[in-house]
């Protein structure tokens, strides 16, 4: 059974571009979430999807930002005309269902270089 | 969520236990205490949890005291892959889906 599978592993983008961050949870599973962690601090929770539903998103910037949960295919974390301050390492987890969410399951990471 | 309190950083012998402490005095009753690791550069780990019973898994140890204002995190035989930031997470089980992360204990195992 994969674990939760993320790409790319390290993105670089100028300032201005877009930067799409993929995630695929673990075979079963329907609940995703996407944390950031800056250089030399914790994790931040950002945002928290089940199939095709924004769940709770209180962590999302409200700007430049989204996410998404299709039915069919990876989560996606957007980030629109990226700036320095967006480098990062980003973080998805999953989890089987709302009562085990305990149990999240992280993914390698990606971590977004902005020049 | 209810807060943490961890030390910034600790040390261990490799081979002995580490005993990885954590306070969460304003504890609800409905709120469990997680433990999850993360080693350098790669995603958190989720190692145990508990409600006010002791439990112990293949990982490690988990004792929470009787009031449940503080836990302790046991690594039985801390190798030098054991060396990562261990963040003691309090919440509930079911709604809070969202893990509240702190800056955690950075454990140094040293040879």
């Known amino acids: 059974n994969a674990g939760v599978m993320q790409n790319p592993r390290h993105l670089v983008r100028r300032r201005g571009q877009e930067a799409r961050l993929r995630c695929s949870p673990m075979?079963?599973?329907?609940?995703v979430y996407w944390y950031r962690q800056l250089p030399e601090e914790g994790l931040k929770f950002m945002v928290y999807?089940?199939?095709?539903?924004?769940?709770?998103e209180s962590g999302m910037p409200k700007e430049r930002f989204s996410a998404e949960f299709p039915k069919e295919g990876p989560s996606i974390l957007r980030i629109q005309q990226v700036v320095r301050g967006d480098s990062a390492a980003y973080f998805c987890?999953?989890?089987?269902?709302?009562?085990?969410?305990?149990?999240?399951?992280f993914g390698p990471g990606t971590r977004l270089t902005v020049t | 969520d209810a807060k943490t309190t961890q030390p910034t950083s600790m040390d261990c012998a490799e081979g002995r236990a580490a005993n990885l402490p954590c306070n969460h005095s304003?504890?609800?009753?409905?709120?469990?205490v997680y433990w999850y690791r993360q080693i350098h550069s790669q995603g958190p780990q989720y190692i145990i949890h508990?409600?006010?019973n002791n439990e112990t898994n293949e990982m490690a140890s988990l004792i929470i005291t009787e009031d449940r204002k503080s836990s302790t995190l046991i690594l039985p035989h801390a190798t030098l892959r054991d060396t990562a930031v261990y963040y003691c997470?309090?919440?509930?089980?079911?709604?809070?889906?969202?893990?509240?992360f702190g800056a955690g204990t950075r454990l140094f195992v040293k040879a």
């Open positions: 987890a999953s989890s089987p269902w709302r009562e085990r969410s305990y149990e999240q399951y």
């Open positions: 075979k079963g599973h329907s609940h």
């Open positions: 999807l089940q199939k095709e539903n924004i769940i709770d």
């Open positions: 304003t504890i609800s009753g409905n709120e469990y």
């Open positions: 508990g409600l006010k």
């Open positions: 997470i309090v919440r509930v089980v079911t709604g809070g889906f969202k893990t509240i």
